[in-house]
């Protein structure tokens, strides 16, 4: 028997693909099952890093899909819109996710409706930093709450493309009806309810991630899907052991569950950021000194690989990377992100 190895291409052998490429050239995607049209529709959610990927889709001439562009209720402040396609903030969980489909359809309706901060003011608790002035009465947050969950069906029903960046795996959720929530009761705001803090396991996120697929393809039946997973580390755990390790733990979780979710939903694909900034190939250049933040070369290194491959017409046009220098302007206005859990250890 011949070596069955031994007519796979270079890509499938680290020496050639990796410790003998030059990082700057160094790009791990070797084939997509779908591109993007710059007529489709492109939705994004998830943790801060997404907030790249809509940046990137807004400056090559692609449409990012915005269904929540400017305040539609009294309590609204003119504040971070267009972030997210609609106002969300960060969806750092599956479950997140899930549970922000459901409440838009009035599938699900949890028990908190508002958290009151020390000021006196009210935050949504399904997006607790949405603006800094909070809301003046419950009912205020209310009327801007119903009016984001119509732009949030508008989004689910008329995306062409749902971009979902997998981030947490920790999360605190309600004892009374398992609402989850991006930050945890007190943090910026004190509900009246219990609450209790959950490690999803792979099984849970998989089942949570099947049920949303199904459901989105319910009111939009040809969405096509691309799911990835933030390099950047946990900035706390709740867990009693070192945060490096639930690092490593929620990161490989959430790979395994894209690995999953792409072998067996129809029209999931799967973009490696992960895998581009943390591979051993970058040594670890792409994390700025905290070891956290992914700097703007990195960034612009993802971003140049997902151009490259998913967005229609460029793949003979843009090269493997850009030119990775970054002005002071560019790296203030376009590589800052909103992460709501950097209050955590503020």
């Keep these: 028997m011949s070596n069955p190895y031994s007519k796979l291409p270079d890509c499938a052998f680290w020496r050639r693909a990796v410790s003998t490429v030059d990082s700057a050239k160094f790009d791990p995607v070797t084939d997509v099952p779908f591109t993007i049209a710059p007529t489709d529709k492109v939705a994004t959610a998830g943790s801060c890093f997404a907030q790249h990927i809509s940046r990137t889709l807004a400056k090559e001439g692609f449409r990012y899909f915005v269904t929540e562009a400017a305040p539609q209720s009294a309590g609204a402040a003119d504040q971070n819109y267009g972030v997210f396609p609609a106002?969300?903030?960060?969806?750092?969980?599956?479950?997140?996710?899930?549970?922000?489909?459901?409440?838009?359809?009035?599938?699900?309706?949890?028990?908190d409706r508002a958290w009151r901060r020390p000021d006196g003011k009210y935050v949504d608790p399904f997006r607790p930093q949405i603006q800094d002035s909070g809301f003046a009465t419950p009912e205020l947050l209310e009327g801007d709450r119903d009016a984001h969950l119509v732009a949030v069906q508008e989004m689910f029903e008329n995306c062409d493309i749902f971009i979902f960046t997998l981030g947490l795996t920790e999360a605190w959720s309600s004892r009374e009806d398992g609402a989850a929530f991006p930050l945890a009761p007190g943090v910026v705001g004190e509900g009246s309810g219990a609450y209790g803090f959950e490690n999803f396991p792979i099984e849970a996120?998989?089942?949570?991630?099947?049920?949303?697929?199904?459901?989105?393809?319910?009111?939009?039946?040809?969405?096509?899907?691309?799911l990835t997973v933030s390099p950047v580390p946990l900035i706390a755990t709740f867990e009693p052991r070192h945060v490096l390790v639930s690092t490593t733990y929620s990161k490989a979780a959430l790979r395994v569950v894209a690995e999953i979710a792409t072998r067996s939903l129809?029209?999931?694909?799967?973009?490696?950021?992960?895998?581009?900034?943390?591979?051993?190939?970058?040594?670890?250049?792409?994390?700025a000194v905290d070891l956290r933040e992914i700097t703007p070369d990195g960034v612009a290194h993802v971003m140049?690989?997902?151009?490259?491959?998913?967005?229609?017409?460029?793949?003979?046009?843009?090269?493997?990377?850009?030119?990775?220098?970054?002005?002071?302007?560019?790296?203030?206005?376009?590589?800052q992100v909103i992460c709501d859990e950097e209050v955590l250890d503020a």
Excluded: C, W
């Design 87 to 111: 106002r969300f903030g960060n969806i750092y969980s599956v479950r997140q996710l899930l549970q922000l489909f459901q409440r838009a359809y009035g599938l699900f309706d949890p028990a």
């Design 205 to 226: 996120m998989m089942d949570d991630l099947t049920r949303f697929v199904g459901m989105l393809r319910e009111v939009n039946p040809e969405v096509r899907m691309i």
């Design 266 to 287: 129809k029209d999931v694909a799967y973009f490696p950021s992960y895998e581009i900034i943390t591979g051993a190939q970058v040594r670890g250049r792409d994390y």
């Design 304 to 335: 140049s690989i997902f151009t490259r491959h998913f967005l229609d017409g460029n793949a003979e046009t843009v090269p493997t990377v850009q030119p990775r220098t970054v002005n002071a302007t560019e790296r203030e206005e376009e590589f």
